[in-house]
């Protein structure tokens, strides 16, 4: 059977799964594993395995391997950490130390990336320079601070120009650093959403040059690598949702109708105040550690479409042709919630939380501007990913910023095409966005650009000597040369 088109994919991905299960890949699915995608829609939704830390100490091992994995009720040729698709969730507390043995049964090169975490980039730490050959191990360690901010983060391989295809595969999992004072909920939950695109073999399609300029979209949305799975509570409950986009590209606008819905935090710490949301925007790597409290009735969550502007990069002009990420304009359905039977007790109120750091109260030692752009390449026919006109050389240093002081940056998007901003180990103050201040403390690692637009963050250098890097997390344009070097001493 011939592979579809990705104009094909997306229109099915855009009728959801009944247009799926008619199309070509719901029929190249049932030939070839005997397998239909609706088996598995409406499975109480299952969660990753969970390996906690003990004694202030976590200590594993991650394989990375292809496998014939489950996902989506059936079995793909897929890759996982731990023949999981998520590899499992890693749960700490702050001040802990995590030891990890990366065994890389991969056929090319790899290496580990703990997204968000603030932790040393030098050594064995989160150090994406590092190149773990096939067939090889590597003993990564990685010693939080006691003052770490609780929340929730993911791990992935960050080895260069082949990011997204290793996230594409399945090589991911989450990371909850615990809370020491804990908020009481009835129960939590882990939900990794990420996205595939599946061959009419059942193995993990690649992308064309197409994809990887606008930013693939996988054509299936998952939760913890289900399709469509149920949850279910009774009424009057609090739930905790720790939600990962680890999605190459797409972004997130969830919205769940009929429960109740309260930030809690946004990728690391908590907010002061919790912020009732109907929805909100995850880009590729953001987390969400959401307070869900139930109402009797049944809903789906959805992800709406965002439209990320690769109209504008096709050179179509307008926004809106549903043949593109995020053009169509039903969303998808990731999970159905149904809430049901007599109403439980009430946990206890959540208790008020303490004041994040505020840099805009502090002094700022040095500007600098990032500008983000796409330009045609002489000769090579096709397009170029830069910040500051450059793409990455891991032998350059871009940014040199001194231990112990607080910058102010300006993100600049001069491309028709929104990208993000992803800084590791430092997380970033969002100040303005869009011409629109940011009143409420924000702290993202991850930032959305807007296209022909501009952001403002602070960021405090206030530990860790090193160098890491900061890029697109669109990670085919990170995979593009969309990342800079940046070092601290
Ligand atoms: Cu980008």
Do not use: K
Not at 329 to 356: C, D, K, M, N, Y
């Amino acid at each position: 059977m011939e592979p579809i088109s990705r104009r094909r994919a997306l229109q099915l991905g855009g009728l959801g799964l009944a247009g799926v299960i008619a199309g070509g890949v719901g029929l190249a699915w049932q030939g070839c594993r005997g397998t239909r995608f609706d088996a598995a829609v409406g499975v109480e939704l299952s969660e990753p395995s969970v390996l906690a830390s003990s004694g202030g100490e976590l200590a594993l091992e991650l394989t990375a391997a292809e496998g014939d994995l489950p996902v989506a009720g059936g079995r793909v040729r897929a890759l996982g950490f731990n023949g999981g698709l998520p590899g499992p969730t890693l749960r700490v507390w702050p001040g802990d130390r995590i030891r990890v043995t990366l065994r890389n049964r991969l056929a090319e090169p790899t290496n580990l990336h703990l997204h968000g975490l603030h932790v040393s980039p030098a050594g064995n730490g989160d150090n994406p320079f590092l190149r773990i050959e096939p067939g090889q191990d590597f003993d990564y360690e990685y010693q939080l601070l006691d003052t770490h901010p609780p929340g929730a983060y993911w791990y992935h391989p960050h080895h260069h120009q082949l990011v997204a295809d290793q996230i594409f595969g399945g090589l991911y999992g989450a990371i909850i650093v615990d809370d020491i004072d804990p908020v009481p909920v009835t129960r939590e939950r882990v939900l990794v959403i990420s996205d595939l695109t599946l061959d009419g073999g059942g193995r993990i399609a690649p992308a064309s040059t197409m994809d990887r300029m606008l930013g693939r979209e996988g054509n299936l949305v998952l939760v913890n690598g289900q399709l469509r799975p149920t949850m279910t509570a009774a009424p009057g409950t609090l739930e905790r949702w720790r939600i990962v986009n680890a999605c190459v590209s797409r972004y997130l606008r969830l919205r769940l109708d009929g429960q109740q819905l309260r930030l809690l935090g946004l990728d690391s710490g908590r907010f002061t105040e919790l912020r009732p949301v109907e929805e909100f925007v995850l880009a590729g790597g953001n987390r969400a550690d959401l307070l869900v409290s139930t109402m009797a009735g049944s809903g789906q969550l959805l992800a709406l479409p965002v439209d990320r502007g690769a109209m504008g990069m096709m050179g179509r002009g307008g926004r809106g042709d549903p043949s593109l990420p995020g053009g169509d304009a039903t969303g998808t359905v990731l999970a159905t919630v149904e809430v049901a039977g007599a109403a439980a007790s009430q946990p206890a109120p959540v208790p008020p939380q303490p004041s994040q750091r505020d840099l805009r109260r502090e002094t700022v030692a040095a500007t600098r501007t990032f500008t983000l752009r796409m330009g045609t390449a002489m000769g090579a026919g096709g397009m170029r990913f830069t910040i500051d006109g450059r793409e990455y050389d891991p032998d350059r240093t871009d940014h040199t910023v001194r231990v112990g002081t607080v910058e102010e940056w300006t993100l600049v998007n001069e491309s028709p095409m929104d990208h993000s901003l992803h800084l590791h180990v430092w997380p970033m103050q969002l100040l303005r966005t869009g011409g629109r201040e940011v009143t409420e403390i924000t702290w993202q690692d991850v930032v959305n650009i807007p296209t022909h637009n501009r952001v403002t963050v602070r960021v405090a250098f206030d530990a860790y000597p090193g160098r890491t890097v900061y890029h697109c997390h669109i990670l085919d344009h990170e995979d593009l040369g969309m990342m800079g070097v940046i070092e601290a001493r």
